[in-house]
Nanobody, 123 residues
Framework: QVQLVESGGGLVQAGGSLRLSCAASGRTFSSYIMGWFRQAPGKEREFVAA????????YYADSVKGRFTISRDNAKNTVYLQMNSLKPEDTAVYYCAAARGARLSRVSDYDYWGQGTQVTVSS
């Protein structure tokens, strides 16, 4: 079992930045693919970014490429999402997730989920 706890959400003006953190329990954190998803009101949960066991392999949705950066610290069992140049359309609940398999871009690829943290970007 893996438990995930997100933090770092909040209210920010357009153009601003936020850094989300996701702390994971368990001794096998480094073996999981870690991902970030988001869900806006009335919309489906969507892929934002993911990293395989090392940050040499990172993947991003086109909508955030160049603005968001995913990173992980396996010694601290933590994954981060640095979000820059935020836009009102980035407003959503952001979820951290862990996957045991090899796929990483779909909700169904992930085995464990956090409770989410709200990010609101005002115009």
């Amino acid at each position: 079992q893996v438990q995930l706890v997100e933090s770092g959400g909040g209210l920010v003006q357009a153009g601003g930045s936020l850094r989300l953190s996701c702390a994971a329990s368990g001794r096998t954190f480094s073996s999981y693919i870690m991902g970030w998803f988001r869900q806006a009101p009335g919309k489906e949960r969507e892929f934002v970014a993911a990293t395989r066991r090392t940050v040499d392999n990172t993947y991003y949705a086109d909508s955030v490429k160049g603005r968001f950066t995913i990173s992980r610290d396996n010694a601290k069992n933590t994954v981060y999402l640095q979000m820059n140049s935020l836009k009102p359309e980035d407003t959503a609940v952001y979820y951290c997730a862990a996957a045991r398999g090899a796929r990483l871009s779909r909700v169904s690829d992930y085995d464990y989920w956090g409770q989410g943290t709200q990010v609101t970007v005002s115009s």
